[in-house]
């Protein structure tokens, strides 16, 4: 065949074969269009608002040891709640550049395995997450020293390094993306993406009060009861003389004003720890009536006192301005009653994420406010007491509608989550498009080149259509579903239930260490409905399990958030089992008891007790359960905290891989 045939063949095939127009290439230094990644830069550092403005991962240079240190991510270790198993085992590699599969190998364990199917023997590929453990040089002083560790598949998926099929075969990111243009890749380009993971960049938005307001609140107002007090022990020799001997009835309704005032700082104190802004409005608002009732009769040094006290309220209430209320204290079957400052939360990714729809931020269909836009997971809980007096986070629910949705598509379209047209990383992407892009013009320029056997020429074209559909998948704008015509569903990180199970857990462990609770706590299956049905059954017990654990009664296999806090005990060399906390305020022992049945769909029914109001002062309809009073407990699986939970955690679940079915 001559060359000008040959040449005409291969721009038919190239005219057949590639539906879609790529990029426009990035020039390049090399020859063949291959990047020079020698010349590549170190990117400044940046705040996480700069990285999240950015969205995307900056070239770095090729050689040289990896610039941040392990498990801190580059950043003081009370800075970041979230570690990386990922970033720890690229650091082990250490400086140096290697190739898409050297990469890939070092990350993961890939092979075949023989297995036997009717008689007959076939061969299939598997793919897991690398099992290893860090060494002295890189935890030294850490608890993670010699503990084995996962590098999750998830992780590698949401940092845009590289996802594969079921068999081990890279089908996307920057891995996959480099073997295409045979390019080796310095560890230094690995570990910057894994910190620009939008997972390592979720935001909490909370509602209530915080633990440390509280103390601060605790302390501010029992200081003004002391004042009262002492305001109310030299009343008879500080009133003013006109008043003595005159008129008892007016000193009588001084002390009953300031009784009434004592109260009211009570109500306050207890209204700022279930974070009510509107009654704390109200108690200020007696507050100061009765102060200005109290001044008209008193001493030049009490109206001194009286000012202070109530200059010092003013401030302590001004503090609460910016603080969100709680939405859901009453929402029956989510909420369990009784304990104290109830709180909820929000994981948040506050940026704008590329290619999603409705402008790349998702409206949060529980709350109204725009900072909890592109929401991860929801989260509610309060503090108890335990049977020996220590202090749990009791957790109500842990919840992520927008993955769940995600996953439930994903699931009746038979998709793999990270390997899926359906879903891709929008992130971090202009590296893979340079490389893509690159590698397809080499190919191009192969067949123009006419130097191709007609067999080459159509691999070569074939080749091409591959990365034509790669650059289609990472640069088209997503649409509402997916279809047989390529639309897309919108992408967030933590997909897997387990994994924002833990990255909830994770920070809640981390603010509990914070705020010196001793204990994080569970809700059973057994003790709150959740909404649950015969259809989301499995999906509940499954998630949340039973008191001693387990996924479902008289089962050794754990569920999912006990699983969570039994991997989290192992790594910070604690304790995760079943305690006791109070179903109320153990300080006030007359209950309004309410019995309710929570039916377990395939197990049965429980009865239990809910603590609705309670009080200080006997009363015909309360009911007395003193603290030694095994009634007042309740059984939940948890985790016991220690102080250095306040270093980074890791934030995926630890096998990696595919999500499940009941995700």
Do not use: C
Not at 63 to 71: K, S
Not at 213 to 222: P, V
Request: no cysteine.
């Amino acid at each position: 065949m001559s060359l000008k045939n040959l040449l005409g063949l291969g721009r038919r095939l190239l005219r057949k074969k590639t539906g879609q127009v790529a990029p426009e290439t990035i020039e390049t230094t090399t020859v063949a269009g291959i990047p020079d990644v020698s010349k590549f830069k170190t990117p400044p550092v940046q705040t996480v608002a700069e990285q999240s403005k950015a969205l995307t991962v900056l070239p770095t240079k090729e050689a040289g040891p990896i610039q941040t240190r392990p498990l801190q991510m580059g950043s003081a270790k009370q800075d970041r709640v979230f570690g990386s198993v990922a970033y720890d085992r690229i650091a082990q590699k250490g400086g140096g550049s290697y190739t898409a599969d050297e990469w890939a190998d070092w990350l993961t364990d890939r092979g075949k395995r023989n297995f036997k199917l009717f008689g007959k023997d076939f061969e299939e590929g598997f793919i897991t997450g690398k099992r290893f453990k860090l060494d002295e040089k890189f935890a030294r002083g850490s608890n993670l020293y010699n503990k084995e560790q996962t590098v999750p598949i998830e992780e590698l998926f949401d940092s845009n390094i590289a996802s594969f099929d079921r068999q081990g075969n890279l089908t996307g990111g920057v891995l996959f993306a480099a073997k295409q243009a045979n390019i080796k890749l310095p560890g230094q380009m690995l570990a910057d993406m894994v910190q620009l993971n939008p997972a390592n960049r979720l935001k909490a938005i909370e509602y209530g009060t915080p633990g440390g307001f509280i103390t601060k609140a605790d302390n501010t107002l029992q200081t003004q009861l002391y004042r009262l007090k002492s305001i109310e022990r030299s009343l008879e020799t500080n009133m003013p003389a006109p008043a003595l001997g005159v008129d008892r009835d007016f000193v009588r309704n001084y002390k009953d004003t300031l009784k009434m005032l004592r109260n009211d700082i009570r109500a306050l104190r207890e209204n700022i720890k279930d974070g009510k802004k509107m009654a704390v409005n109200d108690d200020v608002s007696r507050i100061a009536s009765r102060m200005n009732s109290l001044k008209e009769g008193a001493s030049t040094q009490q109206k001194i006192a009286l000012n202070q006290m109530q200059g010092e309220i003013d401030d302590l209430v001004a503090g609460m301005k910016d603080l969100r209320p709680t939405k859901y204290l009453d929402q029956a079957g989510y909420t369990y009653p009784g304990g104290q400052n109830y709180r909820e939360g929000v994981l948040v990714l506050d940026e704008r994420i590329p290619l999603n729809k409705d402008k790349g931020f998702k409206r949060n269909p529980h709350y109204d406010d725009k900072a909890a836009s592109n929401p991860i997971a929801h989260f509610r809980y309060d503090i108890r007491t335990t049977s020996d007096g220590k202090k749990a986070m009791f957790i109500h629910e842990i919840q992520s509608d927008t993955n769940q949705k995600i996953s439930k598509s994903l699931r009746e379209a038979g998709q793999d989550p990270f390997n899926t047209p359906m879903r891709t990383n929008p992130y971090q992407n202009d590296i893979v498009i340079q490389f893509l892009s690159d590698s397809r013009k080499k190919l191009s320029d192969e067949i123009i080149g006419g130097k191709l056997r007609p067999a080459q020429i159509e691999l070569n074209a074939s080749k091409i259509k591959s990365i034509d559909e790669q650059l289609s998948n990472i640069t088209k704008q997503s649409k509402d579903f997916y279809d047989e015509a390529g639309k897309r569903l919108d992408y967030f990180p933590l997909l897997d239930r387990s994994s924002y199970a833990s990255a909830t857990l994770k920070f809640l462990t981390n603010k509990a260490a914070k705020e010196g609770i001793d204990y994080v706590a569970i809700a059973p299956t057994n003790i709150m409905s959740r909404g649950m049905d015969s259809s989301k059954v499995s999906a509940y017990t499954q998630f949340y399990g039973y008191p001693n654990g387990s996924k479902a009664p008289g089962s050794k296999s754990f569920a999912v958030i006990p699983d969570i806090m039994k991997k989290i005990a192992k790594e910070f060399d604690t304790t995760a089992g079943t305690i006791k906390v109070s179903k109320s305020d153990p300080t006030k022992p007359y209950k309004d008891v309410v019995k309710k049945e929570v039916v377990v769909p395939g197990d049965r029914k429980y009865t239990v007790e809910e603590h609705r109001a309670v009080s200080s002062k006997a009363s015909s309809d309360l009911e007395y359960i003193p603290d030694n009073d095994l009634r007042l407990y309740t059984d939940v699986f948890s985790v016991k905290v220690t102080p250095n939970m306040v270093n980074p955690q890791k934030i995926y679940k630890k096998e990696g891989g595919f999500i499940s079915k009941y995700n």
